[in-house]
């Protein structure tokens, strides 16, 4: 299974579109919130709402189920997730629990979760390049691989971005 992840794009519809039609061959499509279009112009990817979106419809989470297991994925910006976020991650008893928010892409492992953030595709905090996710699940051996990329704001270049896991 191959899972493209991204979040933060605030209206940015050229780069969204540009990163899907990389990777349009990919199993699933997610974003963390902060999309700040229509919902129909999500299509196809499964979103939730973020503290700047202003749909009505959008959920303030979603849990995907999978064959390793569940993803959540949710925008991050939460009280119960800011006030005591370990406990929370694990009380949602997820194989991977993705969150946006903050804009800078991250990866740690809590008790088994993988939790991601991509970090912002078009409005980045902590580089000067775009960030997004790509998440690939061996579904026989239930190992979970994953890469992050960036993409050059201005020529939509990707490249690879290493990130190194907390530990």
Known sequence: MKILVISDTHGDTLIKEKVYQLYKDFDLFIHCGDYQILDYMMTPFLYVKG???YSLEAPLEQDIK???????????????????PL???????????LVGHTHIPFVTRIDG??????GSLTRPRSTNF???????IDEKTKE???QFKAINLKT??????DIKEFK
């Not at 994925?73 to 009280?79: A, D, I, L």
């Not at 406990?87 to 629990?97: D, L, P, T, V």
């Open 156 to 161: 939509l270049d990707v490249s690879d971005y």
């Open 51 to 53: 503290n700047c979106d």
């Open 113 to 118: 979760t993988y939790l991601f953030n991509p």
């Open 66 to 84: 999978t064959p390793i297991g569940k993803i959540h994925v949710e925008h991050g910006s939460s009280y119960l997730f800011i006030n005591d």
């Open 144 to 146: 979970i691989t994953y």
């Open 87 to 97: 406990e929370y991650i694990k009380s949602k008893n997820a194989k991977i629990f």
């Open 130 to 136: 775009g960030t997004f996710l790509l998440i690939f």
